[in-house]
């Protein structure tokens, strides 16, 4: 195999507005339980690839990400992939500077074209350094188009593409899958029979439904990461009813619900929930 002590962790589970909401005095909001508090919802994937190297890749970067990472000790990231363009997901770019500066080095971002073209357009200073006034402190970022069908191997990890729906924009999750090590020729022989830690793993935020080629990529799980946002149905994310019917269908060995609202109680909503699924937390580290 040719990656070891792999670590997911969730850098943030709540939904756009983070919990408390700004303003809101509800029991949820005003709750004293460490879990009921939600930063905006993001992850990041640690693990050491063949040569020992310790690597991190964040999913997407919200506008949370700098407390995030103040939070956990980030202290590089080899490479960014994204879900969509929404600001809830994409605010926080700005602050891997930090990183390029501790590694020396630049950063590969992965997005399909609408997400790049949006992060070009906000962060022009980034994107197109050199028309700036001032030749500022800015992120290096090499960006890359995602094409949903080519997977992304990475240091060792095989980032799959899984084409999901937020409403009707069409966004993507992704199957995380460790790599055999390479060849006698050099190249990469295959996903590894035997997954380490919480792998295959697959990450899927800001779901309202999955469409009828994904299910094929999401069998033999041993984690699922699904969307679910509150009681209620909802235009662009799924329910609590739906999320854990599309979690039975999928039947990873371990469900993982994230993106909550303040409507959701921690304490309450899961110890509700059928065996083998639970709600996410902030800070929550899976191995």
Do not use: K
């Not at 020992?52 to 939070?71: C, F, N, S």
């Not at 630049?106 to 609408?114: F, G, K, N, S, V």
Request: hydrophobic residues 40%; charged residues 20%.
């Amino acid at each position: 195999m040719s990656i070891s002590d792999v670590e997911f962790i969730i850098l943030g589970s709540g939904t756009s507005a983070g919990v408390p909401v700004i303003g809101c005095r509800c029991a949820v909001c005003t709750s004293g339980d460490p879990r009921n508090t939600r930063l905006r919802t993001a992850a990041c994937v640690q693990f050491s690839d063949a040569s020992g190297t310790r690597r991190l890749i964040l999913i997407d970067t919200g506008p949370d990400l700098r407390q995030q990472a103040l939070r956990h000790g980030l202290s590089r990231c080899d490479a960014i992939v994204y879900t969509h363009n929404h600001v809830d997901h994409t605010f926080g770019l700005d602050e891997v500077r930090r990183f390029n500066v501790i590694m020396n080095a630049p950063i590969d971002l992965y997005a399909e074209p609408r997400t790049l073209g949006d992060l070009n357009r906000v962060y022009r200073h980034i994107f197109e350094r050199q028309n700036n006034v001032n030749d500022s402190f800015v992120a290096t970022l090499i960006p890359h188009e995602i094409d949903e069908d080519h997977p992304l191997d990475l240091y060792g990890m095989r980032f799959t593409p899984l084409r999901l729906l937020h409403g009707r924009l069409p966004i993507l999750g992704f199957r995380l899958d460790a790599l055999d090590a390479l060849d006698a020729h050099g190249q990469v022989a295959g996903v590894a029979h035997a997954q380490p830690g919480p792998l295959p793993l697959a990450y899927c935020t800001d779901v309202s439904a999955v469409p009828p080629q994904t299910w094929g990529r999401l069998t033999g799980l041993d984690t699922l990461i699904l969307d679910m946002l509150r009681y209620r149905r909802h235009p662009t994310h799924l329910s609590l009813d739906e999320a854990v019917e599309i979690a039975g269908r999928i039947t990873a060995d371990r469900t993982w619900f994230i993106h909550m609202t303040h409507d959701i109680d921690h304490a309450d909503c899961d110890g509700s929930l059928p065996e083998g699924m639970a709600l996410a937390y902030d800070g929550l580290v899976l191995r």
